[in-house]
T-cell receptor
Framework: NAGVTQTPKFRVLKTGQSMTLLCAQD?????MYWYRQDPGMGLRLIHY???????AKGEVPDGYNVSRLKKQNFLLGLESAAPSQTSVYFC???????????????FGDGTRLSIL | KNQVEQSPQSLIILEGKNCTLQ??????????LRWYKQDTGRGPVSLTI?????NTKSNGRYTATLDADTKQSSLHITASQLSDSASYIC?????????FGKGTMLLVSP
């Protein structure tokens, strides 16, 4: 079982460059999420999707865009990378809405992104 | 503002010993309280999920308790192993939101 797979695992960008982070899940989950994790802070929600073709803003959406063209994939884009976006990015998926129905979120192992 | 406060920030214990991690919260209302384990360089993995009506839930050597009146939860680890070294994250689940604590970093020493 692959679960949630994130690519790439590491990336270094220069300020102003763009890139896309890919998340793929094989559990047929409807809901998918992108988080960032910074030192000394809890995970913060960037964007999420409640199904194929849908996206919504989370807690810290500025500077990011997302797309969910296929149910199993959720893409996170940085159009013009900034040093403040240096972070570890986690993708997650779940059967039901974030906090409801007592269903756990399944996380990938993260993408470590450095912006110089 | 919904908050989840965990203590201690970090903890070192000897292999084989027990330990208890604390989580205080102000989130209201909420649907469930979760504990996740995050190994270094990996994503969080769910340990337990409790509804507000449950007092305790176990997963092997991990036992979570919840006191909804005092808004406190604890995670008790029994007979610790080196593989328990990780960050433990308390998460409050509302209907459409999750509020994450900053985690407690546990190091189990041989």
């Amino acid at each position: 079982n692959a679960g949630v797979t994130q690519t790439p695992k590491f990336r270094v960008l220069k300020t102003g460059q763009s890139m896309t982070l890919l998340c793929a899940q094989d559990m047929n989950h409807e809901y998918m999420y992108w988080y960032r994790q910074d030192p000394g802070m809890g995970l913060r929600l960037i964007h999420y999707s409640v199904g194929e073709g849908t996206t919504a803003k989370g807690e810290v959406p500025d500077g990011y865009n997302v797309s969910r063209l296929k149910k199993q994939n959720f893409l996170l884009g940085l159009e013009s990378a900034a040093p403040s976006q240096t972070s570890v990015y986690f993708c997650a998926s779940s059967y039901s809405m974030r906090g409801a129905r007592n269903q756990p979120q399944h996380f990938g192992d993260g993408t470590r992104l450095s912006i110089l | 503002k919904n908050q989840v406060e965990q203590s201690p920030q970090s903890l070192i214990i000897l292999e084989g010993k027990n330990c208890t991690l604390q989580c205080n919260y102000t989130v209201s209302p909420f649907s469930n309280l979760r504990w996740y384990k995050q190994d270094t360089g990996r994503g969080p993995v769910s340990l337990t999920i409790m509804t507000f009506s449950e007092n305790t839930k176990s997963n092997g050597r991990y036992t979570a308790t919840l006191d909804a009146d005092t808004k406190q939860s604890s995670l008790h680890i029994t007979a610790s192993q080196l593989s328990d070294s990780a960050s433990y994250i308390c998460v409050l689940g509302g209907y459409s939101t999750l509020t994450f604590g900053k985690g407690t970093m546990l190091l189990v020493s041989p």
